[in-house]
């Protein structure tokens, strides 16, 4: 009798191919690699606001201490107020890091935060692009849209359109766009993206396509901005954050002594904002300061729908929780 393998089975062997494909570049190990091809560069930041997005942990937390000891003034922006109170008391000058509680799996509440920084006269040097979530369970919000579709990609595009239209932006702005590695198991496909019913969401794949639409989206920003601001997605590596306990646990497990620090994780970030090379019009993705390809396979290239429709296509979600 021939037993066919099952789904999970299936999805089992394809991470082991996965991960053992990626291991040697997004470990601890190609970041070790790499450094050694590193060069100095100015750190220093003072006089310059830093808004970083899922800042009350993780990478994020890391991004926004490391901007804050180079002398930034940090807008730290996330969900947890108590998280964002922990922050600020860590931090070595509290008057540079402000917290903003928001919560970005609300379209609503993500155009207020817009609102209130333009109100201010916030004007912004750095945009990080950092909140995100893998959710197993379907979750609809209370605007009747996917729970991570919202957080990690739309709330990403509404905050980023809507600050540039406001001109909150300093002329020589960079916004960098947090990716990861999931992006190269993914093709983009605009209508799987925001599944509306339990049945259509897949946790796994859903958060691997708005990684993949996220380097989509850094494409549509620069052909439409022309560098003001610059725009770049980047790749953490595989960093040993809260998030992946939770959502990975078995990767976590087995990884663990190869995975990164947040500190690790947020170099290539600080790296971007502070430097700010001129984005590539082939696109990529970066990773410990290198400038990645977007693509490992063949079929991630396998989509009808390019980096312009992709716009379109976020600016039709948010007008239906707006209107």
Not at 99 to 107: A, C, G, H, N, Y
Not at 171 to 188: D, H, Q, R, T
Not at 305 to 314: G, I
Request: include cysteine.
């Amino acid at each position: 009798m021939i037993c066919l393998p099952n789904e999970s089975m299936l999805r089992a062997l394809a991470s082991l191919y996965f991960y053992t494909r990626f291991f040697t570049r997004f470990s601890r190990v190609g970041l070790e690699r790499r450094q050694r091809e590193w060069q100095a560069y100015p750190e220093r930041l003072d006089g310059q606001t830093w808004l970083i997005t899922g800042a009350s942990g993780g990478i994020g937390a890391a991004i926004a201490n490391l901007a804050h000891a180079r002398g930034a003034r940090v807008l730290a922006a996330a969900r947890s107020q108590v998280k964002l109170a922990e922050l600020v008391r860590a931090a070595g000058d509290p008057s540079r890091m402000l917290p903003l509680t928001v919560d970005f799996s609300s379209v609503a509440d993500t155009r207020r935060l817009v609102q209130d920084l333009a109100a201010r006269g916030e004007r912004i040097d750095v945009l990080v692009n950092n909140v995100g979530v893998l959710l197993d369970r379907f979750e609809l919000t209370a605007e009747g849209l996917e729970t991570s579709f919202v957080t990690n990609l739309l709330s990403h595009y509404v905050l980023t359109e809507g600050l540039e239209s406001a001109a909150c932006f300093v002329e020589s702005a960079a916004v960098i766009n947090m990716s990861s590695g999931g992006m190269y198991g993914s093709p983009l496909r605009l209508s799987e993206m925001s599944a509306r019913t339990a049945p259509e969401h897949d946790g796994m794949a859903a958060y691997a396509m708005h990684k993949r639409a996220q380097v989509e989206l850094t494409r549509a920003w620069n052909q439409r901005w022309q560098g003001q601001p610059r725009v770049y997605a980047m790749h953490p590596g595989w960093a040993d954050t809260a998030g992946v306990q939770t959502a990975l646990p078995a990767f976590r497990a087995s990884l663990r002594r190869y995975l990164r620090s947040g500190v690790e994780s947020a170099d290539t970030a600080l790296w971007l904002g502070t430097t700010r090379p001129q984005p590539s019009a082939q696109g990529g993705i970066w990773l410990d300061r290198v400038l990645d390809p977007e693509h490992e396979f063949a079929m991630t290239r396998k989509t009808s729908a390019n980096s312009r429709q992709l716009h379109e296509f976020l600016a039709a979600q948010v007008a239906s929780v707006t209107h």
